[in-house]
T-cell receptor
């Protein structure tokens, strides 16, 4: 299973944009890039996913590098509620496995 | 619409005792997962069900852990006997199917403390 590399932690101020990076140099052509986040004392929740093109939804945007070896989750205006651990996950082929790493802990300051 | 429901939320037991966790997935979701999450770590897959069939249980410690999903709906994860190292959060998730574009919906988890 292809792996991802994320910074252990990041900080942001409220209402500022946040760019969470993820490296996945061994990604295969059929791997989708998924992002989940986990708020304190909650189960993970889906944020966004993409294959090759950039994606936008109501929660975030996903920017995927042209060679697909890296991606960036963009929170356009961070709120205190966005403080969580963010997981970048590759999911591909015919497997349904969602293999989590240790993620990036995002702190948001008022 | 109700999400994935797990119980109990918290359980404290002494080592060597048995414990069971229950999960009710979202209605209509065929795929069900049990994950284990240790403190400061990401969740790790224990077992995945397609309807009532366990299709991936390679990470389930079968000497003490067992799981079932009767009738392809609710699921139970059991540990017998529990060890100190089993203290963790046990997460249940469900999805409509096994497509790799699908979204997993997680419950709030069951936190186990083994004394």
């Amino acid at each position: 299973d292809a792996k991802t590399t994320q910074p252990n932690s990041m900080e942001s101020n409220e209402e500022e944009p946040v760019h969470l990076p993820c490296n996945h140099s061994t990604i295969s052509g059929t791997d989708y890039i998924h992002w989940y986040r986990q708020l304190p004392s909650q189960g993970p929740e889906y944020v966004i996913h993409g294959l090759t093109s950039n994606v936008n939804n109501r929660m975030a945007s996903l920017a995927i590098a042209e060679d697909r070896k890296s991606s960036t989750l963009i929170l356009h205006r961070a709120t205190l509620r966005d403080a969580a651990v963010y997981y970048c996950i590759l999911r591909g082929g015919n497997t349904d496995k969602l293999i989590f790493g240790t993620g990036t802990r995002l702190q948001v300051f008022p | 619409e109700a999400g994935v429901v797990q119980s109990p939320r918290y359980k404290i037991i002494e080592k060597k005792q048995p414990v069971a966790f229950w999960c009710n997935p979202i209605s209509g979701h065929n795929t069900l997962y049990w994950y284990l999450q240790n403190l400061g770590q990401g969740p790790e897959l224990l077992i995945r069900y397609e309807n009532e069939e366990a299709v991936d249980d390679s990470q389930l410690p079968k000497d003490r852990f067992s799981a079932e999903r009767l009738k392809g709906v609710d699921s139970t994860l059991k540990i017998q006997p529990a060890e100190l190292g089993d203290s963790a959060v046990y997460l249940c998730a469900s999805s409509l199917d096994r497509r790799n574009t699908g979204e997993l919906f997680f419950g709030e988890g069951s936190r186990l403390t083994v004394l």
